[in-house]
């Protein structure tokens, strides 16, 4: 009878949150030379003066704020380069234009550039169209185009390029996603997601997962942002991401954007940055191809 009880208490007590080791092995020491190596970074076609990347999500997953940390970890400071719309409740996409973003270490800019995008909505009739985001990563779309909910850009638009060279293109998109509710991620985004990812692996585009918010999504790693890798929960959010994308686990990554801190932190910063360091891998083995769309 005791015997009987002991067993069921055993069955009865939760499982831990955490696995035994780090399904993934990360070196949280890298910083420096994650950093030194992102800085000294150098195309492989000498003929393109910078690594164009897409920035791609849904409002409110954190896409303004994954570029403004990069930029916080070169400045060493906290940076708001991209606005972020800080209104609780309101997922309506704050960005309207389409923004080239540099990264700078100081005063000198790095060879990647970030486009900011509006958001990706699941509703037919809101955010960022389909047909926009594919036809920005193939260089169609100028900075400073204010996007239309209702209607693609058309080759009439002042801010249409008709022919684009290798340097206005693409070579990475990166999709932001937010891991605290990505299990409640709607069928018709992901089915856009979907399109964008056929159209733009059609023609060999790199594409990356980036999965913010994992201290919202994850006490244990609220408390402790060095448990990301162990955290069966992050794991699994991680496998969703995969899913709903198309995208290997491999090139997906979990972050934590700078959102309320007035200083920059060594552990966040070695996520963001190593997030960064396969985004530039990526884009730059997308362009030694050297092939034009």
Not at 147 to 157: G, L, T
Not at 225 to 245: G, N, P
Request: proline content about 3%; charged content about 30%; hydrophobic content about 35%.
């Amino acid at each position: 009878m005791g015997s009987s009880q002991s067993q069921k208490q055993k069955k009865q007590q939760p499982s831990s949150p955490e696995l035994e080791t780090p399904w993934r092995s990360f070196d949280w020491g890298q910083k420096e030379a994650l950093r030194k190596w992102l800085e000294n970074f150098t195309l492989s076609d000498p003929n393109v003066k910078d690594i164009k990347i897409l920035v791609v999500g849904p409002s409110g997953a954190g896409k303004s704020s994954f570029i403004n940390s990069i930029n916080s970890v070169f400045q060493r400071r906290i940076s708001s380069k991209a606005l972020v719309n800080s209104a609780g409740g309101d997922n309506h996409s704050f960005t309207e234009k389409l923004k080239r973003l540099t990264i700078k270490n100081g005063k000198t800019s790095l060879p990647f550039v970030f486009f900011d995008i509006m958001g990706l909505e699941a509703e037919e009739f809101h955010g960022s169209k389909t047909e926009d985001i594919i036809k920005t990563v193939f260089g169609h779309v100028k900075d400073g185009y204010k996007f239309n909910e209702e209607q693609s850009i058309d080759y009439k638009d002042q801010h249409y390029t008709s022919d684009p060279s290798l340097s206005d293109q693409c070579f990475c998109v990166v999709y932001i996603i937010d891991g605290k509710i990505v299990q409640y991620t709607e069928d018709r985004l992901i089915k856009k997601l979907k399109i964008i990812r056929k159209k733009i692996s059609d023609k060999g585009i790199a594409q990356v997962v980036v999965m913010t918010k994992v201290d919202e999504a994850c006490p244990l790693v609220k408390n402790d942002l060095r448990k990301v890798y162990s955290s069966k929960k992050i794991k699994e959010k991680m496998e969703l991401c995969s899913a709903h994308t198309g995208v290997p686990m491999t090139n997906i990554f979990p972050v934590k954007n700078y959102h309320d801190e007035i200083d920059t932190k060594d552990d966040v910063d070695v996520l963001i940055l190593k997030a960064l360091e396969q985004i530039v891998h990526n884009a730059n083995d997308r362009l030694e191809d050297n092939e034009t769309y």
